[in-house]
Nanobody
Framework: QVQLVESGGGLVQAGGSLTLSCAAS????????MGWYRQAPGKQRDLVAIIRESGNTNYAESVKGRFTISRDSGKNTVNLQMNSLKPEDTAVYFC???????????WGQGTQVTVSS
């Protein structure tokens, strides 16, 4: 069984920074990608950033230049450095791992990020 544990959320003023971390444990092999998604109240869950096994990354347009995703392959962790935070970044942030030949998905429990104006 694969589990994801997220940390690093909290309350920050606009313009501030936060770093989210996600550690994966369990029977993990062939990680295809790890990523961060977010969901604001009343809205759908959207991709924030993703990093693939190749090292290639993709970001939502709204966070490009402000957020950086990175992965420590040896520890099966993925981090999201968030700078220049804006009130519209307020959401619950979810970690995701896609792994195995069947491209199985596992989600973390979510961590709240609140940016005050």
């Amino acid at each position: 069984q694969v589990q994801l544990v997220e940390s690093g959320g909290g309350l920050v003023q606009a313009g501030g920074s936060l770093t989210l971390s996600c550690a994966a444990s369990g029977n993990i092999w062939r990680i295809n990608a790890m990523g961060w998604y977010r969901q604001a109240p009343g809205k759908q869950r959207d991709l924030v950033a993703i990093i693939r096994e190749s090292g290639n990354t993709n970001y939502a347009e709204s966070v490009k230049g402000r957020f950086t995703i990175s992965r420590d392959s040896g520890k099966n962790t993925v981090n999201l450095q968030m700078n220049s935070l804006k009130p519209e970044d307020t959401a619950v942030y979810f970690c995701n791992i896609n792994f195995g030949w069947s491209s199985a998905d596992v989600w973390g429990q979510g961590t709240q990020v609140t940016v005050s104006s």
